[in-house]
C-alpha cells in the first residue's frame, strides 16, 4: 500500500482518475464495500502497475532445486543448484512492456492478468502463493477506501529506492500529507 500511495503522490492525475472513477462507482453518500471492487477497473489497474514495478517478492518466488547436473540454454547448472526467477527483471524488461520505467496504469486495462507470467508477483501455476486472491483483494479495497476518503500529497521528497528485506520495501519510509475528500 505504500509503493501505491507514492506513486499516487508522484502522478496526481492518476490520483484523481482513481477518485473519478470511485465517484462514479460508489457515489460521494456511502463507503466503499468489498463488491464494488469489480467495477473498480482503473483502481485494478493502478495496483496491478505497482505490483509490475515494485514486486513484493522479487526473487522469492518460484524456486527450484536442480536434483541432478543440467543444461540451461548451454550453462551448466550442477545438481544442487537452487534457481529462481528474478520477477523484479521480467518486470523491467522492454521486450515484455514497453517502456518499462514508466509508470502507466493504461497499460493493464486491456487483458494483463495478474497469471500473465509477465505479471506474476504471487508467482504462478499449482504453487502460486494460496494468499494471492486475499492480498489483491485486501489491497484493492483498503487503497479504495482511503482514495474515497481522502486526497493524498507528499509531505517532502518521496524517494523510491527499494530495499529488499522480507519484501521489496521502501528504502526510506514514504510521507505524505492527508486531506479529506468527503465529510
Not at 463507503?31 to 515494485?54: F, G, I, N, P, Q
Not at 494483463?112 to 494460496?130: H, K, M, Q, Y
Request: proline share 6%.
Amino acid at each position: 500500500m505504500e509503493w501505491i500511495q507514492a506513486r499516487l503522490v508522484l502522478h496526481k492525475d492518476v490520483q484523481s482518475c482513481v477518485q473519478r472513477e470511485l465517484d462514479a462507482v460508489v457515489g460521494k453518500t456511502r463507503a466503499v464495500t468489498e463488491s464494488d471492487l469489480t467495477e473498480l477497473v482503473y483502481l485494478t489497474a493502478v495496483v496491478k502497475e505497482v505490483m509490475r514495478l515494485h514486486p513484493p517478492g522479487p526473487l522469492l518466488s518460484w524456486s527450484r532445486l536442480s536434483i541432478r547436473d543440467s543444461t540451461v540454454d548451454g550453462y551448466r547448472v550442477p545438481a544442487g543448484t537452487t534457481a529462481m526467477v528474478n520477477v523484479w527483471a521480467i518486470s523491467r524488461d522492454p521486450e515484455n512492456w514497453p517502456d518499462p520505467m514508466r509508470f502507466k496504469p493504461e497499460r493493464h486495462l486491456t487483458g494483463v492478468e495478474i497469471t500473465d507470467l509477465r505479471l506474476a508477483p504471487f508467482g504462478s501455476g499449482r504453487r502460486s502463493c494460496p494468499g494471492k486472491a486475499m492480498g489483491m483483494t485486501a489491497v484493492s479495497f483498503w487503497m479504495a477506501r482511503l482514495l474515497h476518503e481522502f486526497e493524498f500529497e507528499a509531505a517532502g521528497d518521496v524517494d523510491l529506492t527499494e530495499e529488499l528485506r522480507l519484501s521489496c520495501e521502501m528504502k526510506e519510509p514514504l510521507a505524505v500529507r492527508v486531506r479529506r475528500r468527503m465529510s
